[in-house]
C-alpha cells in the first residue's frame, strides 16, 4: 500500500518474475520456490490487467515482437494463450523454470484474471499465489487468499488506497493505527 506512482506493480512484477522462473538474486531474502510454480496476476478490468501486470511482467501488449522485454525474460517464455476479452490481453503464460546448474527444468504457468468477472471465476483453483494489482474487493480478495491455502503460498497487493478505509485497507493495519489516524 503507498501512494501513486511511486513502483508497486514494477515491485510486484519483478517478484513473480523471479517466483515464474526459479531466478533469484543472491540480495533476495522473501519467498523462494524450488519447484515450478502456478500464479495468477490480476487487476480490476481485463484492460487494467492487460496494461499494467501484463505489461510489466511481458512488455508492450500491443507490440507482440517486444514480448519478452518485460521482467520475465524472453528466453524464459515457452508459451502464451492469448484472452478472448480486451485485445492485446494474455489469458496465460507457460514459463521456463529453472534449468541451471543442479536445478531440473520445469515450466510455471501464469494466469491473468480480473476483479470484473466476479468472485466465482476465482473459485476452484490450488495456486502457489495470486498478485492483486489495485485494491480488491473483499470477497475477491478472499477468494483469492483461499486458492493457495493447500500450497501454503503467497499473495501480494499492490495498490493505493484509493477506496478510503475500506475492509481491505483494514485488513493490512493494527487497531492502534486505525485508532491513531483520527488523532491529530
Partial sequence: MAGNQLGKTRAGGAEWAM????????????????????????GVTGEGTRDNPQRVLVGPPQQQAAWGTGMIPADAIVHTTMGRGAPGALDSIV?????????QADESV???????????????????????????????????????NATGGITIVTFTPLLGMSDVVLLFLSAREVEGMGKS
Fill in 19 to 42: 517466483h515464474l522462473t526459479g531466478r533469484y538474486p543472491d540480495w533476495w531474502q522473501g519467498k523462494t520456490f524450488d519447484r515450478a510454480v502456478r500464479l495468477w496476476a490480476a
Fill in 95 to 103: 514459463v521456463r523454470w529453472g534449468g541451471g546448474g543442479d536445478i
Fill in 110 to 148: 501464469l494466469s491473468f484474471k480480473s476483479y470484473e468477472k466476479g468472485r466465482e471465476k476465482w473459485q476452484g483453483e490450488t495456486l502457489d499465489g495470486v498478485w492483486f494489482d489495485e485494491e480488491p474487493p473483499l470477497d475477491i480478495y478472499s477468494e483469492g487468499l483461499t486458492r493457495t
